[in-house]
């Protein structure tokens, strides 16, 4: 068995990509408001929020073509591979987002620009969450995938607290038009500094022993024929996923958006309850998915689902009845912890239910649908809903909507001991 320290390495040469995918999105998110005077200034400050967020959401629409192309790499070339792949094409997203002049020197060309960086960070992250998930799925040891695998969604919870944080100081050091002219792109910058590191990381990554064990790789075709066979569990994965990004997204991407445009909480109070909700969740998921592995992925499912519906839309009216930096906390530490548990289940859950020669297409293609439809478009959806029902509380109906379609997609996939049987085969060792 591979010892603690070489396991640990072995974790964080394959999550520092999922940090950085995270922490460009996050950034995105934050500085929704900046980007939209910088490259969509109109006359409304609604619209040009937006089409912002909308340019935010469109990055999502990629995500099902990455998950199939990059996906059916990844299952015939190998994990190593194809995660460096999606390394070097969200680094051009980035690049591009990062240092495109605004809409008053390049005109249309500049939002055009901006929407092609996010286009390519959606195409690399169709499949990242994917490749890292079955990553850590291929090298857990005995009886602790649910740990494992918990940690993919736990690096991004670190991009989250580091965003955070570079925020907060940033809103400190700099005025508010300074932000709003050029400050901004400083977290860009960073990441772009970032990106040499990780590559030097990603590098040193070994392959998985389950992929070098097989005797036959999948080509395109093959799989492509067989993700269509399996197409209703692509689907019910899909469900599955829904609650997990439009909760994430909700609290952290929106969360300064939120807070600064409905709740008029300043930009440093948002982010300060932004980095308490990342700590949170890097708390809550591999608490949970350890918890997972011993009680069943089903209960905590079921639990954290039927919680979200009985109390996501009364927390938000509370809130709104009552906006102060102290409640907002206090709402989104719960949906936090509703976050944790259900995603520390769900996303090894995900690994576990795909065929094994389409692991890594079928979850990342049903990971990025769920995104594509729902998840991604979380701010945007926010923002109009709010906007058309004259309803601050509103974004409590989106996240309550996304834990039914979480509950029926857990009771129809969980049925009997079909997905038992699957994981107790799956857990089989190679030379068993």
Same mark, same amino acid.
């Given at each position: 068995?591979?010892?603690?320290?070489?396991?640990?390495?072995?974790?964080?040469?394959?999550?520092?990509?999922?940090?950085?995918?995270?922490?460009?999105?996050?950034?995105?998110?934050?500085?929704?408001?900046?980007?939209?005077?910088?490259?969509?200034?109109?006359?409304?400050?609604?619209?040009?929020?937006?089409?912002?967020?909308?340019?935010?959401?469109?990055?999502?629409?990629?995500?099902?073509?990455?998950?199939?192309?990059?996906?059916?790499?990844?299952?015939?070339?190998?994990?190593?591979?194809?995660?460096?792949?999606?390394?070097?094409?969200?680094?051009?997203?980035?690049?591009?987002?990062?240092?495109?002049?605004?809409?008053?020197?390049?005109?249309?060309?500049?939002?055009?620009?901006?929407?092609?960086?996010?286009?390519?960070?959606?195409?690399?992250?169709?499949?990242?969450?994917?490749?890292?998930?079955?990553?850590?799925?291929?090298?857990?040891?005995?009886?602790?995938?649910?740990?494992?695998?918990?940690?993919?969604?736990?690096?991004?919870?670190?991009?989250?607290?580091?965003?955070?944080?570079?925020?907060?100081?940033?809103?400190?050091?700099?005025?508010?038009?300074?932000?709003?002219?050029?400050?901004?792109?400083?977290?860009?910058?960073?990441?772009?500094?970032?990106?040499?590191?990780?590559?030097?990381?990603?590098?040193?990554?070994?392959?998985?022993?389950?992929?070098?064990?097989?005797?036959?790789?999948?080509?395109?075709?093959?799989?492509?024929?067989?993700?269509?066979?399996?197409?209703?569990?692509?689907?019910?994965? #899909?469900?599955?996923?829904?609650? =997990? !990004?439009?909760?994430?997204?909700?609290?952290?991407?929106? %969360?300064? *958006? $939120? &807070?600064?445009?409905?709740?008029?909480?300043?930009?440093?109070?948002?982010?300060?309850?932004?980095?308490?909700?990342?700590?949170?969740?890097?708390?809550?998921?591999?608490?949970?998915?350890?918890?997972?592995?011993?009680?069943?992925?089903?209960?905590?499912?079921?639990?954290?689902?039927?919680?979200?519906?009985?109390?996501?839309?009364?927390?938000?009216?509370?809130?709104?009845?009552?906006?102060?930096?102290?409640?907002?906390?206090?709402?989104?530490?719960?949906?936090?912890?509703?976050?944790?548990?259900?995603?520390?289940?769900?996303?090894?859950?995900?690994?576990?239910? #795909?065929?094994?020669?389409?692991? =890594? !297409?079928?979850?990342?293609?049903?990971?990025?649908?769920? %995104?594509? *439809? $729902? &998840?991604?478009?979380?701010?945007?959806?926010?923002?109009?809903?709010?906007?058309?029902?004259?309803?601050?509380?509103?974004?409590?109906?989106?996240?309550?909507?996304?834990?039914?379609?979480?509950?029926?997609?857990?009771?129809?996939?969980?049925?009997?001991?079909?997905?038992?049987?699957?994981?107790?085969?799956?857990?089989?060792?190679?030379?068993?």
């Amino acid at each position: 068995m591979a010892s603690s320290t070489g396991t640990g390495k072995a974790i964080f040469r394959v999550v520092s990509g999922n940090f950085l995918e995270m922490f460009d999105f996050m950034v995105f998110g934050f500085y929704a408001t900046a980007i939209a005077k910088t490259f969509f200034p109109t006359d409304s400050a609604f619209a040009s929020l937006m089409l912002a967020l909308a340019t935010f959401g469109a990055g999502f629409l990629m995500r099902p073509l990455g998950a199939i192309f990059l996906g059916a790499y990844i299952d015939r070339h190998g994990r190593r591979k194809g995660l460096i792949i999606t390394l070097a094409l969200m680094a051009m997203g980035t690049v591009l987002i990062a240092c495109v002049p605004g809409y008053s020197t390049l005109g249309v060309a500049a939002p055009l620009l901006v929407l092609l960086g996010r286009l390519l960070q959606g195409f690399s992250a169709g499949v990242e969450l994917g490749g890292v998930s079955v990553y850590l799925a291929e090298i857990a040891t005995p009886g602790r995938k649910g740990f494992f695998v918990s940690w993919q969604s736990a690096s991004q919870q670190a991009a989250v607290v580091f965003a955070g944080l570079l925020g907060v100081g940033l809103n400190h050091w700099l005025s508010p038009a300074e932000m709003g002219e050029w400050g901004w792109r400083i977290p860009f910058l960073i990441g772009c500094m970032i990106v040499p590191v990780i590559f030097v990381v990603r590098k040193s990554m070994q392959e998985t022993p389950e992929f070098e064990a097989r005797k036959h790789h999948p080509t395109l075709r093959e799989i492509v024929r067989s993700v269509g066979q399996n197409f209703g569990l692509v689907l019910g994965g #899909m469900a599955l996923v829904i609650m =997990t !990004t439009v909760s994430f997204y909700l609290i952290t991407a929106y %969360t300064p *958006t $939120f &807070g600064k445009a409905e709740l008029n909480l300043t930009d440093l109070q948002a982010l300060l309850v932004t980095v308490c909700i990342g700590l949170s969740n890097f708390f809550w998921l591999p608490v949970m998915g350890s918890l997972s592995d011993k009680i069943g992925r089903k209960p905590l499912l079921l639990g954290s689902t039927i919680l979200a519906i009985l109390t996501a839309y009364p927390a938000l009216s509370w809130l709104v009845a009552n906006p102060s930096f102290s409640h907002l906390l206090i709402v989104e530490l719960w949906l936090s912890f509703l976050y944790g548990s259900y995603n520390g289940a769900m996303v090894v859950a995900l690994t576990e239910i #795909m065929p094994i020669e389409v692991r =890594t !297409t079928g979850f990342s293609l049903a990971y990025s649908l769920a %995104t594509a *439809t $729902f &998840g991604g478009f979380t701010p945007a959806a926010c923002t109009y809903l709010i906007h058309v029902l004259d309803n601050k509380a509103a974004p409590g109906l989106w996240l309550t909507g996304a834990a039914v379609l979480g509950l029926i997609a857990t009771v129809v996939l969980f049925r009997g001991n079909q997905h038992q049987l699957r994981t107790a085969q799956s857990a089989v060792p190679a030379n068993a």
